[in-house]
T-cell receptor, first 109, second 116 residues
Framework: GEDVEQSLFLSVREGDSSVINCTYT??????LYWYKQEPGAGLQLLTYIFSNMDMKQDQRLTVLLNKKDKHLSLRIADTQTGDSAIYFCASGGDNRLAFGKGNQVVVIP | GAVVSQHPSWVICKSGTSVKIECRSL??????MFWYRQFPKQSLMLMATSNEGSKATYEQGVEKDKFLINHASLTLSTLTVTSAHPEDSSFYICSARGMEGKTEAFFGQGTRLTVV
């Protein structure tokens, strides 16, 4: 089955850039997603990238996809305190999504 | 973006009772809804996928008689935890996908269930 791996914890100073990494196993994944979860809340879709793309930029967010290595990363530029949350990557196709364990990002003022 | 609303946000119930959680798509019709369970500091575990008007498809290891899922309309799906036990305490999240074949699935805010 699908498997998605993420590192667990990242602390970053406000204003710096943060990078979160993720690897996945399902090569048939059509889309790769990044979700943000704030404490006690559901998931908010941040951005997604088609599997045939290498990079997608959306304001402060940059997604890089290395399909050969099945590696996905999310770079947050000018990290702000409101970016403190757990970030999940997910891979999937038609219906099913496989989520990573999440990466907690703590922004230090 | 599309809005998915879950109700209640949190619930405390006694062991042995049943609890119903609602998931509504407020501004779009959701042909498919997903129910996830999230343990503390862990990822989301897909419990079941439900399509409007048909029986839900449960993931391996999820008891369908314990976690009853109903998707009677294009805007509402319900998850009923029957005969709840303390080990059922968890964070339950639904997500919904629309009719147009779009890939995005929008998530509800989640329901914190505590069984005492």
């Amino acid at each position: 089955g699908e498997d998605v791996e993420q590192s667990l914890f990242l602390s970053v100073r406000e204003g710096d850039s943060s990078v979160i990494n993720c690897t996945y196993t399902d090569s048939s994944s059509t889309y790769l997603y990044w979700y943000k979860q704030e404490p006690g809340a559901g998931l908010q879709l941040l951005t997604y990238i088609f599997s045939n793309m290498d990079m997608k930029q959306d304001q402060r967010l940059t997604v890089l996809l290395n399909k050969k290595d099945k590696h996905l990363s999310l770079r947050i530029a000018d990290t702000q305190t409101g970016d403190s949350a757990i970030y999940f990557c997910a891979s999937g196709g038609d219906n099913r999504l496989a989520f990573g364990k999440g990466n907690q990002v703590v922004v230090i003022p | 973006g599309a809005v998915v609303s879950q109700h209640p946000s949190w619930v405390i119930c006694k062991s042995g009772t049943s609890v119903k959680i609602e998931c509504r798509s407020l501004d779009f019709q959701a042909t498919t809804m997903f129910w996830y369970r999230q343990f503390p500091k862990q990822s989301l575990m897909l419990m079941a996928t439900s399509n409007e008007g048909s029986k839900a498809t449960y993931e391996q290891g999820v008891e369908k008689d314990k976690f009853l899922i109903n998707h009677a309309s294009l805007t509402l799906s319900t998850l009923t935890v029957t005969s709840a036990h303390p080990e059922d305490s968890s964070f339950y999240i639904c997500s919904a996908r629309g009719m147009e074949g779009k890939t995005e699935a929008f998530f509800g805010q989640g329901t914190r269930l505590t069984v005492v």
